[in-house]
């Protein structure tokens, strides 16, 4: 595959698109913008930096919040195949293939984050192991057959919860399948124990609140 130089305007940044058939694409941040960094916390990526555009359209987990729910999940995420949904820049899914996830799937809708996450993913060089959805979780999952899951992390937008698509996302999760659900516990999570979905672990970090559900059997 051929590799091309980009040479971007200020104001732009560089990400690479394979489907334009070489490794390069510029794109521009909105004037106004700024960008903030998130680091990558352990792991092969471990004091990494990625990109993540202070705009109010995503809200990246904080650091501390991160850490903590991959500290508790350590013993699961070595080899698992992971869905990283409402991506945002990728931080979530980032961290896990940085931790040993074998494969992750993100899924973002927002044209600005698919860009930055684009971008994110080739310069860790975890562009192998990753496949980046551009669609709504929900539109995803009603129009293909998505891949089943060892985890997904569900990061949904703190002012639309959207908890009939994080239901949806229950039937994608394989047998024994954890999925965590990133919420500011304002609202109801979902009941689907006639399902054998069962609540597994609550945890609170100030304002947010990570709900970790098991598929039984």
Known sequence: MDRKTCQAEPGSAIARDYSHGYLCMVYRVPR???VMFIRIISGKYGGRKIDAPDNGRTHPMGERVRNAMFNSIADEIVGARVLDAFAGTGSIGLEALSRGAKACTFVERDKIAQKVLAKNVVSLGA?????????????????TKPDYYDIIFADPPYHDLQLSTVSKLFAILKPNGLMVLSHTGRGEVPNLSELGIVVVDNRSYGNAHLTSFRRVG
Do not use: L, M, P
């Open 127 to 143: 562009d192998e192991q990753s496949q980046i959805i551009r669609s709504s979780v929900n539109a995803w999952i009603e129009t």
């Open 32 to 34: 106004g913008w700024a």
